[in-house]
């Protein structure tokens, strides 16, 4: 649990790198004649599904929970996350959703205040649970099977879906019933289109691409294919 008494601490200034950074000069390859792929219907055999099980088996690999740890980045102390502030001295609600952690938000921590202090032993329990297999990740996992079933993936395809949608929320729009190409392409067992898809999968806000974002789909993308 969180300790709703300790203070930030306003001495360091050390800025915070987001992922949300902006750049409209962002360069990141897609091959589309893969992305073509999903609307003609057809899919790549990559050879890999005997190694394949249902997403509801699998626990997060040591390799997917370092990823999800490195691409949100800890933080001790609440911060807004459209505006961060710095690692001791975090910005108080400006716009965005009060976090902590790796990226909690009062879905994962419902009592989360501008108070409360969490260390990376506690976000890591909060993460994986009491069991090690029953914490915060677990309801993620829930999202993917609501978004795209219960459908059978390698442990790297699983590590990569559960950082996406940790990282999103969804797979597809389900607020607005929509599809989209990456939830197209996992619903065809288009393994090798799904891959070429992350990198561009909600890489951008207002118009502008997300340098940090951009970086963190092509980790995804190579998670997805190990």
Request: proline content about 3%; glycine content about 8%.
């Given at each position: 649990?969180?300790?709703?008494?300790?203070?930030?601490?306003?001495?360091?200034?050390?800025?915070?790198?987001?992922?949300?950074?902006?750049?409209?000069?962002?360069?990141?390859s897609?091959?589309?004649?893969?992305?073509?792929?999903?609307?003609?219907g057809t899919a790549v055999d990559d050879g890999k599904d005997n190694q394949r099980n249902p997403v509801s088996s699998y626990t997060l690999s040591a390799k997917g929970f370092d990823e999800l740890k490195h691409s949100e980045g800890f933080r001790r102390y609440a911060y807004d996350d459209l505006d961060a502030g710095t690692l001791s001295n975090p910005k108080r609600l400006t716009g965005?959703?009060?976090?902590?952690?790796?990226?909690f938000t009062r879905a994962v921590v419902p009592n989360l205040s501008w108070d409360t202090e969490v260390t990376e032993t506690q976000a890591e329990s909060i993460l994986r649970g009491p069991n090690g297999n029953d914490?915060?990740?677990k309801k993620y996992v829930r999202y993917i099977i609501r978004d795209v079933g219960d459908m059978q993936v390698t442990q790297g395809e699983f590590d990569a879906l559960v950082n996406i949608i940790w990282n999103t929320g969804?797979?597809?729009?389900?607020?607005?019933?929509?599809?989209?190409?990456?939830?197209?392409?996992?619903?065809?067992?288009?393994?090798?289109?799904?891959?070429e898809i992350i990198k561009k999968y909600r890489?951008?806000?207002?118009?502008?691409?997300?340098q940090g974002i951009?970086?963190?789909?092509?980790?995804?993308?190579?998670?997805?294919?190990?």
């Open positions: 649990t969180s300790n709703l008494n300790a203070k930030p601490n306003t001495g360091n200034t050390t800025p915070v790198v987001s992922s949300r950074t902006t750049s409209t000069n962002s360069t990141y897609v091959n589309q004649n893969i992305l073509d792929q999903v609307a003609a965005g959703k009060i976090t902590i952690g790796y990226g914490g915060a990740i969804e797979i597809g729009s389900s607020s607005l019933g929509l599809s989209t190409p990456l939830e197209e392409a996992l619903e065809a067992k288009n393994y090798v289109a799904a891959a890489i951008t806000s207002n118009g502008n691409y997300l951009i970086d963190r789909r092509q980790r995804e993308s190579t998670l997805f294919l190990s």
